[in-house]
């Protein structure tokens, strides 16, 4: 009797520990990325970054005039599809827009991307950001 009654404690203590160390991996996996950083020139960059559970594209900007507009896209390259998509007027001078993503997916690559449409051009100008595997 004894013996069953240390083995069921046994099993028990087993049981817990696989639960919580299943439990610690999901969480270390969700929290840690690689990667990300800015990419471009020094009138216009591209950036991503992680952190505190949110992922975050950032659109920088150094123009003489503001007369373009800006389009700023998260890229979620798992999915093949647009995280976040924004789109408003440049400005003038040194500028930097942050788009956080609050939900993002564990084990997903993220890219940041800027467009710049110029009045009276066909297309835009574009700058990518490196990979960030969330």
Same mark, same amino acid.
């Given at each position: ?5 240390? +083995?069921?404690? @046994?099993? #028990?203590? /087993? =049981? ?10 999901? #969480? ?10 800015? =990419?471009?020139?020094?009138?216009? +960059? #591209? ?5 505190? *559970?949110?992922?975050? @594209?950032? @659109? ?19 999915? =093949?599809? +647009? ?23 564990? =084990? ?6 800027? +467009? ?6 066909? *297309?835009?100008?574009?700058? /990518? ?6």
């Amino acid at each position: 009797m004894f013996v069953n009654g240390v +083995r069921k404690t @046994a099993v #028990a203590l /087993l =049981g817990t520990a696989l639960v919580a160390g299943l439990g610690l991996a999901g #969480a270390g996996s969700a929290a840690a990325s690689s990667g990300g950083g800015c =990419g471009g020139t020094d009138t216009e +960059r #591209a950036c991503v970054s992680a952190g505190n *559970g949110q992922v975050t @594209a950032q @659109a920088y900007s150094n123009f003489g005039n503001g007369n373009c507009n800006e389009e700023v896209i998260l890229w979620d390259y798992t999915t =093949g599809g +647009r995280a976040l998509d924004t789109t408003f007027g440049c400005h003038s001078g040194e500028y930097t827009y942050s788009y956080t993503l609050t939900n993002p997916s564990g =084990g997903h690559d993220y890219k940041a991307e800027v +467009r710049f449409y110029w009045p009276g051009g066909s *297309g835009y100008d574009y700058q /990518l950001s490196p990979d960030l595997f969330y």
